[in-house]
């Protein structure tokens, strides 16, 4: 029972390089969610997607882009890494209301 | 612009010390709140839903309660096992967007 699946799990990157974060899961749900949590700034929603072929900016999108590539998976992109892109990230799926979020165990990523 | 905050930012306590956290909220339209907890290194768990001013909910020692501009989740007689970041969460009208408040650090201290 994977659950929502992160990877890589750590990535170090230079300023300027490309990379994309992966996320599936596995429980069929229609909303997932990219999120980032920097020190004493809780989590911020960078975007959201609550449909198959749908995305959303949230409150954090600059230097970001995202695919839903279909129902279970959702990618982040980072064209040109910041060293203010360092953060950790998590992802997130949900039913679509009400509903409890499950969370991936993150991507630390250090942007040098 | 829609807004979630939460105080204090980091709370000591004695086993058996009970409290309260607070969770302000302003959003456009609200459909939900949702208290988590965080261990470190791990992602959020979820604890909570309320829908309504008024309502509450109870899990072991915890209670979470919501008014129409915050909510508060109340620990009674804390133990260790209990620190932990406790985060709020809110849902707006719009496509099940969902946004975090800041958190609160809680140490319960034996």
């Known amino acids: 029972n994977a659950g929502v699946t992160q990877t890589p799990k750590f990535q170090v990157l230079k300023t300027g390089q490309s990379m994309t974060l992966q996320c599936a899961q596995d429980m069929n749900h229609n909303s997932m969610y990219w999120y980032r949590q920097d020190p004493g700034m809780g989590l911020r929603l960078i975007y959201y997607?609550?449909?198959?072929?749908?995305?959303d900016k949230g409150e954090v999108p600059n230097g970001y882009n995202v695919s839903r590539l279909n129902k279970r998976e959702f990618s982040l992109r980072l064209e040109s890494a910041a060293p203010s892109q360092t953060s950790v990230y998590f992802c997130?799926?949900?039913?679509?209301?009400?509903?409890?979020?499950?969370f991936g165990q993150g991507t630390r990523l250090t942007v040098v | 612009e829609d807004q979630v905050t939460q105080s204090p930012e980091a709370l000591r306590l004695q086993e058996g010390e009970s409290s309260s956290l607070n969770c302000s909220y302003t959003?456009?339209?609200?459909?939900?709140l949702f208290w988590y907890r965080q261990d470190p290194g791990k992602g959020p768990e979820f604890l909570f839903t309320l829908y309504s001013a008024g309502e509450e909910k109870e899990k072991e020692r915890l209670k979470a309660t919501l008014t129409k501009k915050e909510s508060f989740l109340h620990i009674t007689a804390p133990k260790p096992e209990d620190s932990a970041t406790y985060l709020c969460a809110v849902r707006e009208t719009s496509y099940d967007k969902v946004i975090f408040g800041p958190g609160t650090s809680l140490s319960v201290i034996p």
């Open positions: 997130a799926s949900k039913i679509v209301g009400n509903t409890e979020a499950f």
């Open positions: 997607s609550a449909s198959e072929g749908t995305t």
């Open positions: 959003v456009s339209g609200l459909r939900g």
